[in-house]
C-alpha cells in the first residue's frame, strides 16, 4: 500500500509539474507579447459556440435513430480513411461499448491492440469491460498498469477506484482518489466517489468535507445531499441528517415529476445525443493526431452541439483553437470554461494570457486576478501578478 502510495504521487507530482510549466511558459509568453504594444479594441463577433455550419442545423430535430445512424455514418467515414490506424479502431469500439454491444467492442479493441500493443485507450476499453462483467482484478490490473504507462489520463483513477471499492479494498479506493483530486479538483465523480469512500471507511468529518466540495461545484447534485444526510446521521447530527434528506428527497421528487412513458423517450433520444457526440469527440482526436485541426475543430463543435458543457471537450477545443492561433475562439470556450468552473485556477489564467495576448488589459487583468483570488500562493498567479503590472 505505501509503495502505491508514493509511486501514485510521484507521477501526480510529475503531470502536475509539467502543466505548471505549460502555462507558464503560455504566461510569459504573453508577457512577451504585450511589451511596446497598445490596446487593441475588441471586435464585435458571434461565439464560436453558438455560430451555425450545415451540419448542425439537422442536430436539434434528429431523432434517436437518425442519431445513432449519424454517429454511424462518422465511424465508417473515419475507418474508409484509416482502417489500419489503432484510434480509428478505438472510436468504433467505444461506439460499440455505448450501445451496449460487448462483443463487437471487445474485438475491436483488441484490434486495436494487435496494431498497438501500448494503445492506452484500448487498454482503458477492457479495463471498463472487465469491470462491467464484474472482474474487477482484471480492470484494476489494466488500469494500474495505465497509471505507470499513461499517468495523465484521468479516466483511470475513477475507474480503478470504482473497482477498488466494488472488490472491498476501499481504503485503496480512497487512496486512490485522493491522488487524482491533486490534479482535478473540481471532479464532482471524484469528490463524490471519494465521499461515499470515506463514509464507508467510517471517516465522516471527511465524507462530509468532500460531499460539501461536491455542491461548491454541482449545487443540485443529489448524490452528495444524500451523504452528507447519511454522514451527518452516522455522526448522530439528526437536525443536519434531516435537512440533508429532505434536500435528496426534493431533487429527486422534482427530477421524476414527468409522464414516464414521455421521459424515457426522452431519455432514448438523450443517450443517442450522447452516443453521437461522443463519436464525434473521439473522432476529433483522431484528426488532431495526424495534424488535421480543421477537421478535428468541426467535430468538437459537433460534439458539443448535441451536448453542451462538457467541460473536458469545451478545453479540448480551447487547445485546438489555440494551436490554429485563433484566439478569439478560443476565448469563446474560455468563456464559457470559467462560466462553468469558476473555481479552476489553470482555466482563468488561459483565458487572461489569451486576453493579454490580444491586448486586451482590462478583461485580461480581471481574469488574472480571479486567478490569483482562488491561488495567490500558485507560481502561476504569482507570474500574472507581474503581467498585471505591465498591462496596467
Known amino acids: 500500500m505505501s509503495s502505491l502510495s508514493s509511486a501514485g504521487s510521484a507521477r501526480f507530482r510529475v503531470a502536475i509539474f509539467w502543466s505548471m510549466v ?15 504594444t497598445g490596446t487593441t479594441k475588441p471586435v464585435a463577433r458571434t461565439s464560436i459556440l453558438v455560430q451555425d455550419f450545415p451540419e448542425a442545423k439537422s442536430y436539434i430535430s434528429a431523432s434517436q435513430v437518425e442519431l445513432l445512424e449519424l454517429a454511424d455514418r462518422e465511424v465508417k467515414s473515419l475507418l474508409a480513411q484509416f482502417p489500419k490506424l489503432p484510434g480509428a479502431l478505438n472510436v468504433k469500439a467505444n461506439r460499440d461499448f455505448l450501445v451496449s454491444n460487448m462483443v463487437a467492442a471487445e474485438q475491436t479493441w483488441k484490434s486495436s491492440l494487435e496494431l498497438d500493443p501500448r494503445n492506452p485507450d484500448a487498454l482503458f476499453g477492457l479495463a471498463n469491460l472487465a ?3 464484474g472482474k474487477y482484478d482484471e480492470a484494476i490490473a489494466i488500469c494500474e498498469g495505465l497509471q505507470r504507462t499513461n499517468p495523465g489520463n484521468p479516466r483511470v483513477p475513477l475507474l480503478l477506484a470504482d473497482s477498488f471499492m466494488n472488490s472491498g479494498k476501499t481504503d485503496l479506493a480512497a487512496l486512490s482518489l485522493e491522488q487524482h483530486i491533486i490534479s482535478e ?10 465521499g461515499t469512500a470515506q463514509l464507508n471507511l467510517q471517516n465522516y468529518e471527511k465524507a462530509i468535507f468532500c460531499f460539501s466540495r461536491v455542491l461548491e461545484y454541482a449545487p443540485d447534485s443529489k448524490d452528495a445531499y444524500y451523504g452528507l444526510g447519511q454522514s451527518y446521521a452516522r455522526q448522530g447530527d439528526k437536525d443536519k441528517a434531516t435537512a440533508n434528506m429532505r434536500r435528496f428527497a426534493e431533487i429527486a421528487d422534482a427530477s421524476s415529476q414527468t409522464n414516464a412513458q414521455a421521459a424515457q423517450a426522452f431519455e432514448d433520444r438523450e443517450q443517442a445525443a450522447h452516443v453521437a457526440a461522443q463519436v464525434f469527440l473521439d473522432s476529433a482526436l483522431v484528426y488532431k493526431s495526424i495534424g488535421d485541426l480543421p477537421a478535428a475543430q468541426i467535430r468538437i463543435l459537433s460534439a458539443l452541439r448535441l451536448q453542451p458543457d462538457v467541460a473536458a471537450w469545451l478545453h479540448e477545443l480551447q487547445r485546438v483553437l489555440q494551436k490554429r492561433g485563433l484566439r478569439w475562439e478560443a476565448i469563446d470556450a474560455g468563456q464559457r470554461l470559467v462560466s462553468l468552473l469558476p473555481k479552476n485556477v489553470e482555466h482563468w489564467l488561459t483565458l487572461g494570457s489569451l486576453y493579454a495576448e490580444l491586448q486586451q488589459p482590462e478583461p485580461a487583468i480581471d481574469a488574472f486576478r480571479r486567478a490569483i483570488e482562488l491561488a495567490p500562493d500558485d507560481p502561476r498567479c504569482r507570474a500574472a501578478e507581474s503581467i498585471i503590472l505591465k498591462l496596467k
Open 22 to 36: 505549460i502555462l507558464l511558459v503560455g504566461l510569459f509568453g504573453a508577457s512577451w507579447m504585450i511589451r511596446g
Open 131 to 133: 469491470f462491467q462483467a
Open 185 to 194: 479538483p473540481t471532479s464532482v465523480q471524484a469528490l463524490n466517489m471519494l
